[in-house]
């Protein structure tokens, strides 16, 4: 490691970072195919997008059940207890005033939780209509909004993200902690002053 870096993240950290990434823009570029009728039309072979788009879902799953069951299973039980924890400091970062932040900050926090959460929601929503089709009574009117709407909110998320790594000057350094795996000890004691204490 370079002087003056430290690690901020491990390589089964960043290995499940960017395994969920690329999934999340596949299924996000099938899923607009099958939702947007002009690229819909445009592209054709509906019934295969949309077996590429399921197939692609569950294969999301289980590559990041490996990724945690083959890599550092205490390094992401460490990141979870972490992120599951709120203290003072996360809530007054969250309104806006400064406050030191630990290894993730108040937002990386809420981002990883929401992250989670719309991964078993996509899963539930996904397999609810893919066997919907093929069995009615397995069909739910509020299962394509809610699945839909998930789509609507990770858009969001995203766009805040790639804003924030790679554009927004402050926390544009972060991105080399997911790459790399260090970050330079100037920046993480500037914007995580808890973690490097």
């Not at 909110?153 to 260090?182: E, F, Q």
Request: aromatic share 12%; net charge positive.
């Amino acid at each position: 490691m370079k002087p003056g870096y430290r690690r901020r993240f491990s390589r089964t950290e960043r290995t499940l970072h960017w395994a969920n990434a690329a999934f999340f823009f596949f299924l996000l570029a099938t899923g607009l195919i099958l939702y947007l009728p002009r690229l819909s039309i445009a592209v054709g072979r509906r019934p295969l997008i949309q077996s590429l788009h399921f197939y692609s879902g569950i294969a999301w799953v289980c590559v990041l059940l490996a990724i945690v069951l083959v890599g550092d299973r205490r390094g992401i039980l460490r990141d979870l207890k972490e992120v599951d924890g709120f203290d003072r400091d996360d809530f007054r970062w969250l309104s806006g005033r400064k406050a030191p932040q630990g290894r993730f900050n108040a937002g990386q926090k809420l981002n990883t939780a929401l992250n989670l959460a719309f991964v078993v929601l996509f899963l539930v929503t996904g397999l609810l209509l893919w066997f919907g089709e093929r069995n009615t009574q397995l069909r739910f009117a509020s299962t394509v909004i809610l699945h839909d709407g998930l789509m609507y909110i990770s858009l969001i998320l995203l766009l805040g993200h790639l804003y924030l790594a790679l554009i927004h000057p402050t926390t544009r350094h972060a991105l080399r902690g997911i790459t790399t795996g260090t970050v330079s000890e100037e920046w993480a004691a500037t914007h995580h002053a808890k973690w490097t204490e």
